[in-house]
């Protein structure tokens, strides 16, 4: 094996060993000497791999948001609608969370600090990346008539990314990570109810679209 293989390998179990101790604790308190017993590296060792503790907090970062990304990418191409795509995309995100419930801690850690940081910098990044995705889909949506024509599609975008930090703050207040998988479906289907465009009138009646 390489070095640089080697490197990669270091780094990314000490990302993996932070994600783990963020999920337990708070990041404030995941000391570089806690991630270096998990990875069984010396103290010194941690730092030929990462300049500092706040690199490290990057790189996790960096993970959610190539792995995040990634995976809502996937599981929204191939749906039969858009709105399909897009509760495909919120049960992602929660999925994620409750698999990597170190995430969001590290997230909410860094935006309780008033100043700018490269860290939170990186944060504002994936949450851009986050939007695009999103106002993709529900443009798609208001296009294929599953949104009414006048739907405030930045506004739909802050309801739906609100909605899942909803969830994830509750579960991390009452320790049930896990929960948000029940909880999810029918908070989605509050959201697609508020936007869905109504259903063309039978026999003089309105119904609600499926």
Do not use: C
Request: aromatic share 6%; hydrophobic share 50%.
């Amino acid at each position: 094996m390489s070095s640089k293989q080697s490197t990669g390998n270091r780094q990314a179990s000490l990302v993996a060993a932070a994600l783990a101790l963020a999920a337990e604790r708070s990041p404030a308190e995941v000391t570089t000497a806690a991630l270096a017993q998990a990875v069984g590296l010396t103290q010194g060792a941690v730092f030929r791999h990462f300049e500092n503790k706040e690199a490290i907090w990057i790189a996790v970062i960096d993970f959610a948001h190539r792995e995040l990304l990634a995976r809502l990418r996937v599981v929204s191409e191939g749906q039969p609608r858009a709105m399909d795509a897009l509760r495909a995309v919120f049960m992602a995100h929660v999925a994620f969370v409750v698999e990597q419930p170190g995430v969001p801690r590290v997230i909410f850690q860094e935006l309780q600090h008033a100043q700018d940081t490269p860290l939170k910098a990186r944060v504002r990044q994936l949450m851009t990346d986050y939007r695009l995705l999103l106002a993709r889909l529900l443009q798609q949506a208001r296009q294929a008539g599953e949104l009414t024509p006048d739907t405030d599609l930045q506004a739909a975008a802050v309801l739906f990314i609100g909605s899942v930090q909803g969830l994830v703050m509750q579960s991390l207040l009452s320790g049930q990570v896990a929960a948000m998988r029940q909880l999810a479906p029918p908070v989605f289907e509050l959201f697609r109810r508020a936007l869905a465009a109504p259903a063309p009138r039978q026999n003089g009646k309105r119904e609600t679209r499926a």
